[in-house]
């Protein structure tokens, strides 16, 4: 078992993050340049980090880019970490890491549905919960909610608005 401060120094010396944050006790944030993700997601995972606990994604809207942010576990240094990453937002593409943990698959596809973001080499980026959705995807931050909902559901119109 590794406590956090040799936990942060195994990340500095073998993934050269761009930044490191203690977010609370037990609690990392490592960030690190896209190109090194997937070797820097492995590398942890072949030193105890085994559990992938999800994948999320910021809309940096500003910035024109999107962050994930893939939040991995050690049973046997309880320390929670999470990588992030940012990638073009206009360009929203990125490799899938499905090779390294299979859950993976489903995580990536929850942020294509509410983000559309494509993952290569995961073959199935079907629609997992938006069945037939037309519009942006709806966790973007340019998708307008009070125009769809006026659109979709006529909701102005039923509350005696116009």
């Given at each position: 078992m590794r406590n956090e401060k040799e936990v942060i120094e195994l990340i500095k010396?073998?993934?050269?993050?761009?930044?490191?944050?203690k977010l609370r006790?037990?609690?990392?944030?490592?960030?690190?340049?896209?190109?090194?993700?997937?070797?820097?997601?492995?590398?942890?995972?072949?030193?105890?980090?085994?559990?992938?606990?999800?994948?999320?994604?910021?809309?940096?809207?500003d910035d024109n880019e999107f962050?994930?942010?893939?939040?991995?576990?050690?049973?046997?240094?309880?320390?929670?970490?999470?990588?992030?990453?940012?990638?073009?937002?206009?360009?929203?593409?990125?490799?899938?890491?499905?090779?390294?943990?299979?859950?993976?698959?489903?995580y990536e596809r929850d942020i294509h549905d509410f983000y559309g973001i494509e993952f290569e080499g995961n073959d199935d980026m079907d629609e997992l919960i938006l069945e037939n959705w037309n519009d942006i995807p709806p966790m973007r931050k340019d998708f307008k909610t009070?125009?769809?909902?006026?659109?979709k559901y006529e909701w102005r119109e039923y509350h005696g608005e116009k």
């Open positions: 010396d073998k993934l050269n993050p761009l930044k490191i944050e006790e037990q609690n990392l944030a490592v960030t690190i340049d896209k190109d090194k993700l997937v070797s820097g997601l492995n590398y942890l995972k072949s030193h105890s980090y085994i559990h992938l606990a999800t994948i999320s994604c910021v809309d940096w809207i962050e994930l942010v893939y939040h991995v576990f050690s049973y046997e240094d309880k320390i929670n970490i999470s990588v992030k990453t940012r990638i073009d937002r206009k360009q929203s593409k990125f490799v899938t890491i499905k090779h390294i943990w299979a859950v993976a698959q489903y009070r125009e769809y909902v006026d659109e």
